[in-house]
């Protein structure tokens, strides 16, 4: 390999270095649950596991601090990795945390758009957690919108 050759994919590597610490400033992982908004993670793993869906062991719970204003979890288990939201507690018209509908949605978006999720499952038994909540696979390229 001459010295131009080496020089040009030494600077190829390094260009995908700072494009992915580009992308990784931008991401929002998630962080620490905030007080007040913790998730009663036994209660969705056991519904989870109702619904037939393949998960091993408790997962790690994080939260991401975006969106307007539904709550936004992500469950990290052994098996999959799963995003979880929620509406708010507290008084707001129902409509505007419409857990149904986002799902609804986005499950017919899924064909005709290829960065939609997943759909996982969806529950309207607000016996399980306080609300209605779904969840979907973690898409890392849109994991909160």
Known sequence: MDANTETQEN??????KV?????????????DV??????????VS??????????????????FSG???NWTYRLQYA?????LRRPPTGTKAKSDND???EYTVQQALKDAYPYVPEMIALCTDDTIIGADFYAVSYNHLRAHE
């Open 99 to 101: 857990m149904v509908r």
């Open 11 to 16: 600077k190829g590597v390094a260009d995908e």
């Open 34 to 43: 905030r007080e007040g908004e913790e998730l009663d993670s036994a209660a």
């Open 67 to 69: 969106g307007a204003s």
């Open 46 to 63: 056991q519904w989870l596991l109702e619904q037939g869906v393949d998960i091993q062991g408790e997962p790690l719970v994080t939260q």
């Open 79 to 83: 098996s999959q990795d799963l995003i």
């Open 19 to 31: 494009n992915e610490s580009k992308l990784n400033n931008v991401l929002d992982k998630g962080g």
